[in-house]
C-alpha cells in the first residue's frame, strides 16, 4: 500500500489566522473598507508558521488521529483488489475514480455503480463492490490498483469540529510561546491538553 496527497488543502486563510490571532491574544483587526483589509500583528509570519506546523502535525494520515482536517486529494496504490478498500484518513468526501492495470496491462476506469463507500466519516471507511459484483482481475505486479479520493471536514476551519479545532489553536500556542520541542520541566511533545481534546478522535489500529 502506498498513499500519495496529489492536491494539499489551500494555505492558511485569512478569516483562520485572524482566529489564530484571538486566540494568541495578537491583535488583527478587520478593516471597514470595501474590501477589508486586515491589519496583522507585526509577527504575523512567524504566527502563520506555527499555525500551519499545528495543523501539519494533527492532518494526515500518520497523525494520532488520521483526519484529513481540510479539503484535499489523495491517491491509494494497491498490489491488487482485496477483499474490501480501506482507506487510512477520514472523512472522506468522495471517491473521484478507482483505475485498475487489467491483465492485459492496460489501464481501466471501474464504474461508480460497481462498488460503494461506507463508513465514510469514520476512523475507518471501505470501499466494497456492490451486491453481485466482484472486483475485476489485475495483472500481477505492484501498484496495479489506484484510488483517488477527496477527504476533510471542508474547505473552511469553521467545518472542524470543535475540539480539534481546539487542539490545533492549543498546539499553535504551544509553538508560538515556547518555540523550543521540549519544554524544561514539562518533558513532553504534545501539550496534555491538546491530548485530551483528542482523545474521541485518536485511532489505535496501525497502519498497514
Known amino acids: 500500500m502506498n498513499l500519495v ?110 462498488y460503494r463507500l461506507t463508513a465514510s466519516h469514520t476512523w475507518q471507511p471501505e470501499i466494497a463492490p456492490v451486491q453481485g459484483e466482484a472486483w475485476p482481475s489485475t495483472m500481477s505486479v505492484a501498484e496495479s490498483v489506484e484510488v483517488s479520493f477527496e477527504a476533510g471536514f471542508g474547505p473552511s476551519h469553521t467545518n472542524i469540529p470543535t475540539a480539534i479545532l481546539q487542539a490545533v489553536l492549543d498546539l499553535t500556542a504551544h509553538f508560538y510561546m515556547e518555540r523550543q520541542i521540549v519544554a524544561f520541566g514539562t518533558p513532553t511533545e504534545l501539550p496534555f491538553g491538546v491530548r485530551d481534546l483528542l482523545k474521541p478522535y485518536r485511532v489505535f489500529r496501525p497502519v498497514r
Open 5 to 114: 496527497q496529489t492536491d494539499p488543502p489551500e494555505a492558511a486563510s485569512d478569516a483562520f489566522l485572524r482566529l489564530v490571532c484571538s486566540h494568541l491574544r495578537r491583535r488583527a483587526v478587520l478593516s471597514e473598507e470595501s474590501p477589508p483589509t486586515t491589519a496583522w500583528p507585526s509577527d504575523i509570519d512567524y504566527i502563520r508558521q506555527c499555525a500551519e506546523a499545528a495543523v501539519s502535525a494533527l492532518d494526515g494520515p500518520r497523525s494520532s488521529i488520521r483526519r484529513a482536517l481540510f479539503d484535499q486529494e489523495w491517491s491509494l496504490f494497491l498490489n491488487g483488489f482485496p477483499p474490501v478498500i480501506e482507506i487510512p484518513l477520514s472523512p472522506v468526501q468522495a471517491i473521484l475514480f478507482i483505475k485498475y492495470m487489467d491483465k492485459d496491462g492496460a489501464w481501466q476506469t471501474l464504474d461508480s455503480s460497481k
